[in-house]
């Protein structure tokens, strides 16, 4: 099973960036698709985006599309999400996790999930 580490989340102003990285353990990440997930308080956890095993196939919630971008680096293990003009709403618990869906975002119910790192945009 995948271990899965955050890392990168942290208070920034809006408009700002921030980037997330997932960095996978006891595993190597190349043969599965990867995906960032969040959930903000009192709402229900969303898919934000989903990279294919190799990179070339992505996709993204609308909330999110034209600001983030999510990459991934194999012979690194580790998967990013590159997070721009950052507004309020975008404020959440930002977790990652795999295998996912590119088509729907969604993960199965035997995927593996990391801790989650706190993603703040306030002025």
């Known amino acids: 099973q995948l271990q899965l580490v955050e890392s990168g989340g942290g208070l920034v102003q809006p408009g700002g960036s921030l980037r997330l990285s997932c960095a996978a353990s006891g595993f190597t990440l190349d043969t599965d698709a990867i995906g960032w997930f969040r959930q903000a308080p009192g709402k229900e956890r969303e898919g934000v985006s989903c990279?294919?095993?190799?990179?070339?196939?992505?996709n993204y919630a609308d909330s999110v599309k034209g600001r983030f971008t999510i990459s991934r680096d194999n012979a690194k293990n580790t998967v990013y999400l590159q997070m721009n003009s950052l507004k309020p709403e975008d404020t959440a618990v930002y977790y990652c996790?795999?295998?996912?869906?590119?088509?729907?975002?969604?993960?199965?119910?035997?995927?593996?999930w990391g801790q989650g790192t706190q993603v703040t945009v306030s002025s």
């Open positions: 990279i294919s095993s190799r990179g070339g196939s992505t």
């Open positions: 996790a795999g295998p996912c869906s590119v088509r729907t975002l969604l993960v199965p119910g035997f995927g593996s």
